[in-house]
């Protein structure tokens, strides 16, 4: 069993609708949590950053994190055309050592 | 403040041959991890280095090698190389601190022919 597990479905949206994407870990020594995105032939670009249960917001980006259930999720609001993209998620456990789920690609359709 | 800056950003190699990435991390960032991102397994951590020491070490065979130097830039080494090398070598930069974020770099592309 991979340590996160994200289901790597592609996933349509229409412009303006809201994305929503899960992972969850099985490791109960992962502290800390990360949403990146990733563009075709671009390095990861990090989007969020959580340290503890409950919701980030940051713009139209929010990042939750449930630790009793070890389930993590990131909501795009008011989704755009250049939010297309694979989005990744990352736990880790204090010795910077990131396991990544596979990634979602993201498709906004105009 | 510049990002992470990783080169050569193409490589085509053939079986057999070595090769050398380097990476650049975020100015006064002092771990550097390397990850290799394939379609398949998606991103797989190799090794972490902190102040010239490799601090942490993932399941890859002997042939991944890496170093870091004075100025905390970083080179990893692949030797031997197989046809699976093929992949997308990725870059992290952290401040040197447990728990804290990670910013890529843009990753060398290595094609193994």
């Known amino acids: 069993q991979k340590e996160v597990e994200q289901d790597p479905g592609p996933l349509s949206v229409p412009e303006g609708a809201i994305v929503s994407l899960n992972c969850t870990y099985s490791?109960?020594?992962?502290?800390?949590f990360m949403w990146y995105r990733q563009y075709s032939r671009k390095g990861p670009e990090l989007l969020m950053y959580?340290?503890?249960?409950g919701n980030k917001e940051d713009g139209r980006f929010t990042a939750q994190v449930d630790k009793s259930s070890k389930y993590i999720s990131l909501f795009i609001r008011d989704s755009q055309p250049s939010d297309s993209a694979t989005y990744l998620c990352?736990?880790?456990?204090?010795?910077?050592?990131?396991?990544f789920g596979k990634g979602n690609q993201v498709v906004v359709i105009p | 403040k510049a990002g992470v800056t990783q080169t050569p950003r193409y490589l085509i190699k053939t079986r057999g041959q070595q090769v050398t990435l380097s990476c650049s991390p975020i100015s006064g960032h002092r771990s550097v991890s390397w990850y290799q991102q394939t379609p398949g397994q998606g991103l797989q951590f190799l090794f972490e280095y902190f102040s010239e020491t490799q601090r942490n070490k993932g399941n890859f065979p002997g042939r991944f090698s890496g170093r870091q130097f004075s100025n905390s830039r970083s080179e990893m080494n692949v030797s031997t190389l197989e046809l699976g090398d093929s992949a997308l070598y990725l870059c992290?930069?952290?401040?040197?601190?447990?728990?804290?974020?990670?910013?890529f770099g843009q990753g060398t592309r290595l094609t193994v022919v």
């Open positions: 959580t340290y503890s249960s």
């Open positions: 990352a736990s880790g456990g204090g010795n910077n050592r990131l396991a």
């Open positions: 490791n109960s020594a992962f502290q800390y």
């Open positions: 992290a930069s952290t401040s040197g601190g447990r728990n804290t974020e990670a910013f």
